[in-house]
């Protein structure tokens, strides 16, 4: 059982930086790809960043990328997501996500297993 805990959430003025971390509570935090997903109110839940088991590999959607980064420490059991220039259509509750096949970082929710509860995130214009 994989157990994830967000912080770090909050309000923000436009062009603002945030820092989201997760905090996996699980035997070995490598076994798992990890990844950032995000809900808006009134649309679905889409995917934000995601980061291999080893922290070799990232992946970003297209709306993040050169604002967001993604990254892991493997010894802490932690995965963060730092947001700089941020913008209101970043306005969201975010979620962190754990996905056992580490030998493949997917960027679809339906192949993650295990989700935090979300924080959220507000930016004001």
């Known amino acids: 059982q994989v157990q994830l805990v967000e912080s770090g959430g909050g309000l923000v003025q436009a062009g603002g930086s945030l820092r989201l971390s997760c905090a996996a509570s699980?035997?070995?935090?490598?076994?798992?790809?990890m990844a950032w997903f995000r809900q808006a109110p009134g649309k679905e839940r889409e995917f934000v960043a995601a980061?291999?088991?080893?922290?070799?590999?990232?992946y970003y959607a297209d709306s993040v990328k050169g604002r967001f980064t993604i990254s892991r420490d493997n010894g802490k059991n932690m995965v963060d997501l730092q947001m700089n220039s941020l913008k209101p259509e970043d306005t969201a509750v975010y979620y962190c996500?754990?996905?056992?096949?580490?030998?493949?970082?997917?960027?679809?929710?339906?192949?993650?297993?295990?989700w935090g509860q979300g924080t959220q995130v507000t930016v004001s214009s």
């Open positions: 996500a754990a996905d056992p096949d580490r030998m493949t970082t997917n960027l679809s929710l339906r192949k993650y297993n295990y």
């Open positions: 699980v035997r070995i935090f490598s076994n798992y790809a």
């Open positions: 980061i291999s088991w080893s922290g070799g590999n990232t």
